[in-house]
């Protein structure tokens, strides 16, 4: 499956933005779907995880309360809403695919990447 996240951009601390994240090439309802992000000079974390039927969600604890994962399967696509945004929320987005059922939040287990998307987040 072949991903393209959009959305990124420059905003100041306290604001929103809404990352999408289109896929094509496979049966996008197959897949469970995450979001993570990179900050320069650290390792890739999780940010927010949803099944394939988009009935459940999880959260990495520092965007709780703030993020919101969401998808539409009948556009192939995925949302990561995000309010409240802290300067330590700067980083480059990753849409993610997993086959997998598991609840997984390691990178490892997601067979697909999208190309990131930067967000940054000004105090």
């Known amino acids: 499956v072949q991903l393209q996240a959009s959305g990124g951009g420059l905003v100041q601390a306290g604001g929103s933005l809404r990352l999408s994240c289109s896929a094509s090439g496979r049966t996008f309802s197959n897949y469970a779907m995450g979001w993570f992000r990179q900050a320069p000079g650290k390792e890739r974390e999780f940010v927010a995880r949803?099944?394939?039927?988009?009935?459940?969600?999880i959260y990495q604890d520092s965007v709780k309360g703030r993020f919101t994962i969401s998808r539409d399967n009948a556009k192939n696509t995925v949302f990561l809403q995000m309010n409240s945004l802290k300067p330590e929320d700067t980083a480059v987005y990753y849409c993610?695919?997993?086959?997998?059922?598991?609840?997984?939040?390691?990178?490892?287990?997601?067979?697909?990447w999208g190309q990131g998307t930067q967000v940054t987040v000004s105090s």
């Open positions: 949803i099944t394939r039927s988009g009935g459940s969600t």
């Open positions: 993610a695919a997993d086959p997998g059922l598991r609840s997984s939040r390691q990178a490892n287990d997601y067979d697909y």
